[in-house]
Each structure stands twice: as structure tokens, then as C-alpha cells.
């Protein structure tokens, strides 16, 4: 398997995981009575799986994100500082005041 599908996918795993802790805590914590809805209903178990799907397509998309924005590698060893070396100093332009249009 090449590597960056080998890096999407270990990394969307890890979004699936974050998704279930946190879908587990809004259950554990029983937010806005979500135990007993799915609990008590018929449609729960659906709405849970609804409910962890798109939690795992939110955080595993996130996550795959951070990793990719976070792969960059420095270059220089300038710590994001610009080269002195190339920036000019302004110069300075006189400008008389007969010059100016009105």
C-alpha cells in the first residue's frame, strides 16, 4: 500500500477513535437526555450510528488536516526570520512642495 494512503488512513483511524471517546462521553455525561432518547426509542440505535459516522467523518477529517498542515519541514535553520541580506532599506524620495498637482 503506498504510503500517503497508508498515512490517510491510519490517521482517519485516529479520528475514529477521538469520535467514539467523544460520542461516549456525550452518552456518559447524558447531554441533553441523549442516554434516554437512544435508550428509549426505537430510532435510537440508528440515530447513534448516524451520530458516530458523522462524528468520525468531522474529527477523522480534522485530524488528517492537523497532520498534513503540521508535515512541513524547515528548511533553514532561521527560524522564520527574514534574510538580511536581501531586504533593501527605503529609500528616501524629496519631494518639494511646487511640485505637488493641487
Sequence with gaps: MPDHIRFILRHAAFGFVIALTFVGMLLAFDVGGLWHLV?????GPIALLILVVL?????GSAQIGYKIM???????DRG???DMARTRDAIPIPVRIDD???
Design 39 to 43: 435508550t428509549h426509542t426505537v430510532e
Design 55 to 59: 462524528c468520525t467523518i468531522t474529527f
Design 100 to 102: 505637488r498637482r493641487r
Design 70 to 76: 503540521t508535515m512541513g519541514e524547515d528548511d533553514d
Design 80 to 82: 522564520g526570520k527574514r
